[in-house]
């Protein structure tokens, strides 16, 4: 193991590894580009494909039996579990069985199995044969970490205190490939990255600001909370997406997350004027005046932790709501569509996307008696249209209608569950955001009705939802964290909470 300090640190994780080995023995379609440079470890691979024995043959049982359609959601789920058990041979959970992660809860039994197979592929001494190429794989990425964390503190003013907790991780495992994996494990942020030619510098620096700038909203949530309004602005653009609709608290730390990553890129003014108008476009109108504030703050004297409040308090919302009064925001297909001369789906389509659009924004702007009608007029012409109930269940969250945003929700969740065993029409099935709101919404329902253990059921299947937003997944762990108070601030100014 190799750190930069005792909270930031770049590693190779045996768990990690011996994860991955198991996903090698039974045939993961892994990415051996990405091994071209570590010869012991692509020998390695194919010395696993090639293993026999008991429990190998026990591994690639579960493996099939636990398959996704989705390789890259397939892997996801085996590095979370890499990442919540502790080193082996035991590979013994680091947390209680009741707070795994649901994606790891999937996989009951893998830990047996592991541990099986560690010993009978004797993991121990292939690690140790492999981990100077490991070493070498991370001596790549710790200049680029350290460069990340050095300007971003430095721009933020910040110095980590041991005494804080919290940790931040870039684990390198090879066989991870291109596709980063990102975990916010409490206090604990980790990432795993393959060992490809092209670092992802920027997926490195967002995870990283995500670890020291999440805190902030929470900490001073009533300053946050003032501003809310704004989200019913942001509400009416097309392509923000689902889960920063219904949260204002992770749409103002995305939107500072946004703003800091455009301060430190160093652009023109011209660039960054661009680049704050697409944020515009895509909803996250907060990107602006944020940017405005930091070009403050760069010539302040406090660290951000003490002059965010002050960033709040700054941003003027009649100045902001006369800004975006009409602004057009970007839709969701910019690309020329051919003229049709009949009702084609692409018409179709078209169509269902404007009145989806429509309830969208009446529901933005609290009006949900013109959303119910909206959604109704789309599912008489598209039943079932998922995206068309999930409207009609925020309009009855809106208009106090409880047990309706129930049914409709559960609607939502139980026509998902029948498309896992038979293939349903392509509108019966929801998309993972909307599905995994629907689990977080109907947990706040059971909260608000003392119904805990239910509630409790529901947070937990938001988090297992394959692709649901990393968003949904915060609220759905504050969820368990806590019983859901529908007196908060936070949940009282937003339309789309119950």
Not at 448 to 453: K, T, V, Y
């Amino acid at each position: 193991m190799q750190e930069y300090t005792s909270e930031i640190s770049v590693e190779a994780s045996q768990q990690l590894f011996a994860t991955m080995c198991a996903l090698d023995a039974a045939g993961f379609n892994a990415d051996e580009n990405t091994l071209a440079e570590m010869p012991s470890r692509l020998a390695l691979r194919g010395e696993l494909l090639n293993l026999h024995g008991p429990a190998t043959e026990a591994l690639r049982e579960f493996y099939r039996d636990h398959a996704l359609a989705d390789p890259g959601e397939t892997l996801s789920r085996y590095i979370t579990f890499a990442l919540v058990v502790g080193p082996p041979p035991d590979f013994r959970y680091q947390v209680d069985l009741d707070l795994l992660p649901p994606d790891v809860g999937a996989l009951e039994g893998f830990q047996r199995i592991l541990a099986a197979f560690y010993h009978e592929a004797h993991l121990d001494i292939r690690w140790t044969q492999i981990e100077p190429e490991y070493h070498r794989a991370i001596a790549r990425y710790q200049p680029i970490v350290r460069r990340i964390v050095t300007v971003s503190n430095g721009y933020l003013r910040e110095i980590l205190k041991p005494t804080q907790g919290r940790t931040f991780t870039v684990y390198v495992e090879p066989l991870v490939g291109a596709r980063t994996n990102f975990r916010n494990l409490g206090n604990h942020y980790a990432m795993a990255v393959g060992s490809t030619a092209q670092i992802p510098t920027e997926e490195i620096q967002h995870a990283y600001l995500h670890f020291m700038l999440d805190p902030l909203p929470l900490r001073y949530r009533k300053e946050v909370e003032r501003k809310t309004s704004l989200l019913n602005i942001a509400a009416r653009a097309p392509r923000l997406p689902t889960e920063y609709r219904t949260d204002f608290i992770a749409f103002t730390d995305e939107c500072l997350i946004k703003a800091v990553e455009l301060r430190l890129r160093h652009l023109s003014p011209e660039k960054l004027e661009a680049a704050m108008a697409e944020n515009d476009k895509s909803g996250f109108i907060l990107v602006r005046p944020f940017v405005s504030q930091l070009q403050k703050f760069e010539k302040a004297a406090p660290s951000m932790t003490y002059y965010f409040p002050d960033i709040m308090a700054a941003i003027d919302l009649s100045t902001e709501e006369k800004r975006l009064k009409d602004f057009a925001f970007a839709p969701l297909q910019t690309a020329p569509v051919a003229v049709q001369t009949a009702a084609t789906p692409q018409t179709q389509s078209a169509e269902l996307d404007r009145l989806l659009e429509e309830g969208d924004r009446q529901i933005a702007l609290k009006d949900a008696a013109a959303a119910s009608a909206t959604f109704e007029k789309v599912l008489e012409k598209y039943p079932n249209e998922p995206r068309a109930v999930y409207g009609l269940a925020v309009a009855a969250i809106l208009s106090g209608e409880g047990q309706r945003a129930q049914e409709l929700f559960e609607q939502i969740v139980s026509t998902s569950a029948s498309a896992a065993s038979a293939p349903p029409a392509p509108a019966a099935t929801a998309d993972p955001s909307i599905l995994a709101w629907s689990h977080v919404y109907l947990g706040r329902i059971h909260d608000l009705e003392d119904e805990r253990d239910e509630a409790v059921t529901e947070y937990r299947a938001a988090l297992a939802i394959n692709g649901s937003p990393e968003n949904a997944r915060a609220a759905a762990q504050r969820g368990l964290d806590s019983p859901y108070n529908s007196h908060a601030p936070e949940n009282n100014s937003s339309p789309h909470n119950p």
